[in-house]
């Protein structure tokens, strides 16, 4: 499918790896202008550095991200997508009661803060395209829960309705998200202790893992023309599990 993103100038946050890096290749596919930023400077690899901007920065960092996202505005005339990538996962395995107040507010300040900040730094700019759009990286975790994962799953909950208040407030913006089950990234090898050079290496899991490339499929649709009566939701692709009942009959 020709998605129709040829020339969109798009900013991708947690661009350095993972589904951030995923989702920037796929975009550079499709013809994108391409913004990346993350804590780590992005590899730009072989993108043409006139139509790709690499920036260290912090989604935390309300100055920072501000500043960063009015220069690349500058830069390109522009902003026309928003994907909001960077995440971490917390003190998985942990129990609620034995999770620190400083690791709850980590975990939130970088999920949902930091997308409120992309979100309110980017609207000025994103208001001024003619066919303005967000992505949101929210996970199933949104919408079920495994045990001693509570702020992430609180997190990534609140991500979901910001994505909800986002796309009533900053309307005709469309504001979505993607909620995937587990992605073969680095920071889930890390959660589940899985050895990040070796291929695969969840075969022996009692589920199905997604590539980041699945997952980046999904983001340059909801970014696209394709999507334009999307908004307000998110997409799940939890292979079926949250319809399964856990009821044993």
Known sequence: ?????????????????????????????????????????????????????AASVDVTDEAALTRTVEEAGHRFGGLDVVVGCAGISGP?????????????????????????????????????????????????????????????CASKAAVLQLVRAASVDLAPIRVVAVCPSIV???????????????AGGFDDLPYPVQTTGEVAASIAFLCSPWARAVSGTALVSDFGYGARSGFPA
Do not use: K
């Not at 980590?106 to 759009?133: I, K």
């Not at 073969?184 to 070796?198: E, N």
């Open 184 to 198: 073969d990234t680095p920071m889930s090898r890390a959660d589940l202790g899985i050895d990040p050079g070796v």
């Open 92 to 152: 998985v395995g942990t129990v609620l009661d034995e999770v620190t107040p400083r690791q709850w507010h980590e975990v939130m300040d970088v999920n949902v803060t930091g997308s409120f900040l992309l979100l309110r730094a980017a609207a000025p700019l994103l208001r001024r395209s003619p066919a303005p759009s967000v992505v949101l990286v929210a996970s199933d975790s949104a919408l079920v829960a495994a045990p001693g994962m509570a702020p992430y």
């Open 1 to 53: 499918m020709e998605l129709g993103l040829e020339g969109h100038v798009v900013l991708v946050t947690g661009a350095a790896g993972g589904i951030g890096r995923a989702t920037a290749a796929r975009l550079a596919a499709e013809g994108c202008r391409l913004v990346l930023l993350d804590r780590n400077p992005p590899d730009v690899g072989d993108l043409d550095p006139d139509r790709a901007l």
